[in-house]
């Protein structure tokens, strides 16, 4: 199995640029996908891929990736950008199995 | 548009099974796998297993093995999921999610069913 690691939580000034991060061996093989999730919703995809965003996703969110470690950047960050934050990636056993981070707690200040 | 819609909520007794449906609509239900995902209250989210609706092969996470089974309908484009023994930790918040770009590209998602499980 695998496991992937993010800060509990997280703050950044209105207007200003906040990396989230995210750890695990997996990353090393496969791209971390990311989403955002606002109490009492359901969560919804922002970053997958090497950087890609869905449609209606704002272009201050963006991703990347380094050795272990993915990073989700919000440029610019809003007031409707506090929520929690969950990444995702593949097992690093190689089959189809997925496992998500514990999530960071965003605050925007 | 695509949606997904879940049904609705459950309370069940320990030792209990439940089976949540999430009904697909928009698209091609079997272009797409359908994963579970699920998230007690407060915590985070937890993977529990894929299938693809064309082939109708699964696969569940180790925690789950021989307690979960995720099945489908095609002709009326839903995916079920169910849970069997179920226990007071299992209470929380069901979600069915689509397959999207890569595997682990989840990109719609159902409104989720809350599961209680008390005695």
């Known amino acids: 199995s695998s496991e992937l690691t993010q800060d509990p939580a997280v703050s950044v000034a209105l207007g200003q640029t906040v990396r989230i991060t995210c750890q695990g061996d997996s990353l090393r093989s496969y791209y971390a996908s990311w989403y955002q999730q606002k109490p009492g919703q359901a969560p919804v995809l922002v970053i997958y891929?090497?950087?890609n965003r869905p449609s209606g996703i704002p272009d201050r969110f963006s991703g990347s990736s380094s050795g272990n470690t993915a990073s989700l950047t919000i440029t610019g960050a809003q007031a409707e950008d506090e929520a929690d934050y969950y990444c995702?990636?593949?097992?690093?056993?190689?089959?189809?199995?997925?496992?998500f981070g514990g999530g960071t707690k965003l605050t925007v200040l | 548009q695509v949606q997904l819609v879940q049904s609705g909520a459950e309370v069940k007794k320990p030792g209990a099974s439940v089976k949540v449906s999430c009904k697909a609509s928009?698209?091609?239900?079997?272009?797409?796998?359908i994963n579970w995902v699920r998230q007690a209250t407060g915590q985070g989210l937890e993977w529990m297993g894929w299938m693809n609706p064309n082939s109708g092969n699964t696969g569940y996470a180790q925690k789950f093995q021989g307690r979960v089974t995720m099945t489908r309908n095609t002709s009326i484009s839903t995916a079920y999921m169910e849970l069997s023994s179920l226990r007071s930790e299992d209470t929380a918040v069901y979600y069915c999610?689509?397959?999207?770009?890569?595997?682990?590209?989840?990109?719609?998602w159902g409104q989720g069913t809350l599961v209680t499980v008390s005695s």
């Open positions: 891929g090497k950087n």
């Open positions: 999610a689509r397959g999207g770009a890569t595997v682990t590209t989840f990109d719609y």
């Open positions: 995702n990636s593949r097992d690093s056993s190689g089959n189809h199995h997925v496992v």
């Open positions: 928009g698209y091609t239900f079997t272009s797409y796998d």
